[in-house]
């Protein structure tokens, strides 16, 4: 019995699939191309979205656009959200860029404390995700619903990076 293609494999082969990618661009909504592009579809425990390629194989939503948008060679083993929210899928810099485990998790420590921050939301990383999906999905204000799991101290704060 032959062994399942290699998940690099799969997601070049996926990438190439227009249904696949048709599926990817229809869970993602865009207010403001500069802005933070919203996935609408499943999230995962820690607010990222979580993409169904095929059966059996499943994606962290924004690792799929990243790769959409600069090819699988391009693609690093972690990637870092600079705008702090997990359902970005915004692959421009300042919203994904390469990192590694090691720095991805450090800036996120400091981050989590620096007022204003979207790591500080209250509702922790997966309400706060579930809660501006259905926003996007909605076409409601994901600024206002952003802002509502925020103390009165990081209401309004500008991020300082």
């Known amino acids: 019995m032959a062994s399942p293609p290699a998940p690099s494999e799969r997601l070049r082969r996926a990438l190439t699939h227009g249904g696949v990618v048709e599926r990817y661009r229809a869970k993602v909504s865009i207010a403001n191309t500069n802005e933070c592009w919203f996935w609408t579809g499943a999230v995962s425990g820690r607010g990222h979205g979580r993409f169904w390629v095929e059966d059996g194989f499943v994606i962290i939503a924004h690792r799929f656009g990243y790769a959409l948008a600069h090819g699988v060679e391009a693609l690093p083993p972690t990637l870092a959200h600079g705008c702090d929210e997990p359902l970005c899928q915004n692959p421009s810099p300042g919203h994904l860029s390469p990192s590694t485990n090691e720095r991805n998790r450090a800036e996120w420590a400091w981050r ?13 990383s997966r309400e706060r995700a579930t809660q501006l999906r259905n926003a996007a999905r909605a076409g409601g204000d994901v600024e206002h619903v952003a802002q509502l799991g925020l103390l009165p101290v990081d209401r309004g704060q500008h991020p300082l990076w």
């Open 112 to 124: 989590r404390h620096t007022p204003g921050s979207p790591l500080r939301d209250a509702r922790g």
